[in-house]
Nanobody
Framework: VQLQASGGGLVQAGGSLRLSCAAS????????ITWFRQAPGKEREGVSC????????YYTDSVRGRFTASRDNVKNTVYLQMNSLKPEDTGIYFC????????????????????WGKGTLVTVSS
């Protein structure tokens, strides 16, 4: 599975962006896709998970209520709508996919993912 993230950019605090993660490849064998982000000098953190079957979502506390993940299984694309952006949301956003379903309590753990895409930079100015 190859993943391509896009949609990053520069936005003022309070603004919105929508990220996309397109999955491709000869075997699209994934059960969930998760967004991670990494700010300068910080560790990578899980932001949101979305399950391919059923569309269940899960968010880290800092973005819950502001970010919304969605999917289009026909296009094999996952989206992350980010509203009310804050400067602390700045970072490189990556999407990752896992073949086998995991419990939601583990879905923000970067160690469980099989496939990673290159990131897209999100910069939120104050």
């Amino acid at each position: 599975v190859q993943l391509q993230a896009s949609g990053g950019g520069l936005v003022q605090a309070g603004g919105s962006l929508r990220l996309s993660c397109a999955a491709s490849g000869s075997s699209l064998d994934y059960s969930l896709i998760t967004w991670f982000r990494q700010a300068p000098g910080k560790e990578r953190e899980g932001v949101s998970c979305i399950y391919r079957s059923g569309g269940s979502t899960y968010y880290t506390d800092s973005v819950r209520g502001r970010f919304t993940a969605s999917r289009d299984n026909v296009k094999n694309t996952v989206y992350l709508q980010m509203n009310s952006l804050k400067p602390e949301d700045t970072g490189i956003y990556f999407c990752a996919a896992r073949a086998v379903r995991v419990v939601v309590s583990s879905c923000l753990n970067s160690k469980v993912y099989d496939y990673w895409g290159k990131g897209t930079l999100v910069t939120v100015s104050s």
